[in-house]
């Protein structure tokens, strides 16, 4: 049994020991030397010959004696069989290939250069299913429009799938009872054949799954990246590690989804897994936390931006219902609050996102909470806008607090004029009977670049109280329509008209947020701005 320890840089890399399943010495070795699908002793050995001969339902006296050639050493139904491949960029048309004798491996990188040699083609139908224990499957190509390799539940327990490449559904489990544990899904490339299909799909009804690491793999287009879900009925889902994967979104991010935990009710739990150093983009929600038997899900370090909606959403009681943090001051030092039901010595992190859209593009650091209450220091201003997650002690990771750049200070109607950081900035927003412009002038201050972003909102009522936070922070992503960069005070001293910007607004917007941010000469310090918002 191998044994990897993670690397996590801050309080929650309390010491997660990963056990992977062993990689067992082949006694016999298989070569397939043919792209057909038959089992008859001609000159060529095949594919589903192979797994045959691996498996003890064909013997090697019923081969021909150039396929006999073709395998060496001891082969059976009780040997550490590997098969082996001498084609090159060929595609093996099969399907239904069912690997019913364990501790076999399949290398599909038969000449060694680490590069995939053998593709497996099993159009409509399933390509590879390991109904046997202790298997490996490494370097082949995959196309199935339905699962390119299915785990029969308990029977597959101990196996690894590693380095391969998935085009369409790439690794799912058949549901059935039993306990599958000890799966090693390591190094994949996967990309979908439709972008409604799901790339890794473990959900179990009856049973449990358990024990397994899902790390490294890249998976690009889905419309579900990974799904770990204890469906209706009696099952449990725990020890699951999901480490280092990129996620990416389909290209039509509607329903889009990076990862899925969940519990679907009744007696299903989900518990205890672990959520590290992911890189979830282009989804509506990166991470979904679903169920109120989903609990100690515990997500960190993770990299969760450029998503349409928020980037970790928690629903129905899930992790406890633990509640994100808040944010009470920025700068290089943050501080901030949790709720009273959190307990002290749970870990705040805190990371920027460049685009002031609420989400944790950069990890920053992280700390413990006391008295309800936490603060870190860094050693470089913030750019952009600050986020941050709480995990309790038992391991319940929360959605994401965010406080922007912008905070809009409510101000009359078409009155827009205030200040930005002190003596920075000075925005205004003059009347036309059909035109809407709004200027940024420069006024006393330190400032040499003004960046000014134009945003469109939803429609405020005059008068109205602050909108909630949740409502707020989706203010602060309306849509970008104007950026510009203006120069100010800078040597040699420029013209009065050049330290001024105007932007046409499109007819039709209803509301506009205001942010700036200047840098001052030389020392790379980031001064950020308030905003200001009004109905126009």
């Not at 990862?259 to 739990?269: P, W």
Request: aromatic share 6%.
């Amino acid at each position: 049994m191998r044994a990897i320890a993670l690397t996590l840089s801050g309080p929650l890399a309390a010491s997660f020991v990963l056990f992977l399943a062993p990689t067992l010495a082949g006694a016999g070795t298989i070569v397939v030397s043919s792209r057909g699908d038959a089992i008859e002793a001609d000159d060529y050995l095949t594919l589903r010959e192979a797994i045959a001969l691996s498996d003890g339902s064909l013997s090697v006296a019923e081969l021909s004696a150039l396929e006999q050639a073709q395998v060496t050493g001891a082969v059976g139904a009780t040997i550490a069989d590997s098969i082996t491949f001498e084609l090159w960029a060929y595609n093996i048309a099969t399907s239904g290939l069912q690997v019913s004798d364990g501790n076999t491996t399949f290398e599909g990188d038969f000449d060694g250069d680490g590069s995939i040699d053998v593709v497996v083609d099993a159009g409509g139908a399933v390509a590879l299913v390991l109904a046997s224990p202790g298997n490996t499957v490494r370097g082949i190509r995959f196309r199935s429009t339905v699962a390119g390799i299915v785990l029969q539940q308990a029977a597959a327990s101990h196996s690894t799938i590693a380095g391969c490449w998935f085009d369409g559904p790439a690794i799912l489990n058949d549901t059935s009872s039993g306990a599958l544990t000890n799966v090693d899904i390591l190094e994949n490339v996967m990309r979908p054949s439709n972008p409604s299909e799901t790339a890794i799909s473990l959900v179990v009804s009856s049973g449990s799954i358990s024990d397994v690491l899902i790390a490294e793999n890249h998976i690009d287009g889905y419309e579900l990246g990974v799904t770990v879900t204890a469906a209706l009925g009696t099952c449990d889902v725990f020890a699951i590690v999901i480490f280092n994967n990129t996620i990416l979104g389909a290209p039509d991010p509607l329903f889009s989804r990076g990862l899925v935990v969940a519990s679907d009710g009744g007696a299903a739990r989900t518990s205890d897994v672990l959520i590290a150093s992911n890189r979830m983009t282009g989804h509506v929600r990166g991470l979904e936390i679903n169920g109120p038997g989903t609990e100690r899900v515990t997500a960190t370090e993770n990299l969760i931006f450029d998503n349409d909606s928020v980037p970790i959403q928690i629903n129905t009681g899930a992790n406890g219902g633990i509640l994100p943090p808040t944010i009470t001051s920025v700068g290089t030092t943050f501080t901030g609050t949790v709720d009273s039901t959190i307990p002290d010595g749970s870990t705040v992190e805190l990371f920027y996102d460049f685009d002031d859209s609420c989400e944790p593009e950069a990890y920053r650091s992280s700390t413990t909470t006391s008295a309800g209450a936490w603060s870190i220091t860094v050693s470089t201003p913030q750019f952009g806008t600050v986020t941050a997650t709480v995990t309790d002690p038992s391991g319940n990771t929360s959605a994401v607090g965010c406080m922007p750049n912008c905070v809009p200070s409510r101000t009359a109607r078409n009155n827009l004029i205030a200040p930005f950081n002190p003596d920075v900035l000075t925005c205004t927003l003059p009347v036309s009977p059909s035109i809407w412009v709004a200027e940024v002038t420069h006024a006393a201050g330190p400032a040499t670049l003004a960046i000014l972003h134009i945003h469109s909102l939803p429609s405020i009522s005059t008068g109205a109280p602050a909108p909630p936070p949740v409502i707020y922070r989706k203010l602060c992503r309306g849509t970008l329509f104007a950026s510009i960069v203006m120069a100010t005070d800078e040597i040699p001293p420029i013209s009065a008209a050049q330290r001024s910007c105007s932007v046409a607004i499109p007819p039709g917007l209803s509301c506009l947020q205001f942010c700036a941010q200047a840098v001052t000469s030389g020392s790379g310090v980031i001064a950020l701005s308030n905003a200001i918002d009004g109905n126009l």
